[in-house]
């Protein structure tokens, strides 16, 4: 049975175990403020070494700061999660926050469950007054393109704090209102 739940502190622990494996055919990448696709072969298998530690400090953070977390269990097991900072990012005239993770295992994808908790991110959102959230997004094609279904839209100047961290990411933003 899944249960969507609020994330505590120890089930940040638990992130690393969501299985974000990806065969990716297409990647995009901003060239005179327009996405560009492009072809691009590889197989994502698990986390990049490392990365699902970072994540985990970066978020163990994210939330002792007041961060919003909320994830969706198979019984005991994690299966998706999506966070927003509680920093507030000021944008292209907008108030925003940045949803910092979300990501679905590979068994519970098409299901819905990504655009379940995305429109779960964007009520917080909402409950807590930005008019946008901030959405660095990696460059996969299913990655941009479904972020580009749930309204997200390019930013016309990246967060230079943030594209320094993703240069290689797509900057989109979604208005709240």
């Known amino acids: 049975m899944l249960i ?34 492009y072809p691009a072969h590889f197989d994502m298998r698990g986390w990049p070494e490392g990365e699902a530690e970072e994540n985990a400090r970066v978020l163990e953070k994210c939330w002792r700061s007041g961060g919003w977390l909320h994830g969706l269990f198979d019984g005991e097991t994690l299966v998706a999660a999506v966070v927003v900072d509680n920093r507030v990012i000021h944008n292209q005239g907008l108030s925003m926050r940045q949803m910092k993770f979300l990501h679905i295992s590979r068994a519970y994808r098409g299901q819905g469950w990504g655009g379940r908790l995305f429109a779960r991110a964007c009520e917080y959102g909402r409950k807590v007054g930005v008019q946008a959230l901030y959405v660095s997004a990696t460059e996969s094609r299913n990655t941009v393109e479904f972020y580009q279904r749930q309204g997200c839209r390019l930013l016309e100047q990246p967060d230079p704090g943030l594209f320094a961290l993703e240069p290689h990411d797509i900057h989109f933003y979604c208005r709240l209102d």
């Open 4 to 37: 969507e739940r609020a994330l505590t502190e120890s089930d940040l622990s638990l992130l690393a175990l969501i299985d974000r494996s990806e065969r990716v055919e297409a990647c995009y990448r901003v060239e005179n403020g327009e996405l560009i696709l």
